[in-house]
């Protein structure tokens, strides 16, 4: 993926000014800037959630208007909020949101990865935010997508959930994925690439 002068206003206000990043397969892209400096507006505008103000963005070298289907069907976005059914179980939700089957093994074996062996059949409400957050990761083990895009991946997570999501990652790029993230927190993984939105210059890869 390509991006080049991308632009973002909010009413009359730049809120992403002539932004130029690069993902390749096999890495890890973390987005960095203060609050409010556009990181959640970025990834929105990478997942076609919003239109840019300007630029454009090439995938496998194509406009993205030009192979719209072909990079939505590639794509997974993680947001910093949950975005689950509350009244719906974990087990559902999952199936919901992945297309699986009620009650398939592959659902039911992730929820165990997580760490929510016998929680399958109980209402989100009723979970943590920390198990809803949990029900929402399982989705990177069942997601077939090249590019990840992850905000806030590591929020309400104890440090078992923080390595879980960091291995999730490491065993994605391995095998020819791409992630790119925002996240306050430390990243406890080599090689991780930075891009700044305050002086928006393409990053290179540091040690984390």
Known sequence: MTVNDLRFERDDIAVINDACLTLNDGEILQIEGPNGSGKTTL??????????????????????????????????????????????????????????????ISVLNALERVGLRGYSDIPCHSLSAGQQRRVALARLLLSNAKIWFLDEPFAALDG?????????????????????????????????????????????????
């Not at 505008?45 to 070298?61: D, F, H, M």
């Not at 069907?73 to 974990?90: R, V």
């Not at 993984?189 to 890869?205: N, P, Q, T």
């Open 43 to 104: 990834l929105r505008i990478l997942t076609t959630a919003l239109q840019p103000s300007g630029g454009e963005i090439l995938y496998q070298g194509q406009i993205l208007s030009e192979c719209r289907f072909d990079y939505l069907s590639n794509i997974l976005f993680l947001g910093h909020q949950s975005a689950l059914k509350l009244t719906l179980t974990a087990e559902e939700n999952l199936s919901w949101i992945t297309s699986e089957l009620p009650g398939s």
């Open 160 to 208: 078992q959930g923080v390595k879980f999501v960091e291995q999730c990652m490491e065993r994605h790029v391995n095998g020819g994925g791409a992630v790119m993230l925002t996240t306050h927190q430390p990243i406890g993984m080599e090689s991780v690439r930075r891009y700044s939105l305050v002086d928006s210059s393409d990053g290179e890869a540091l040690d984390a």
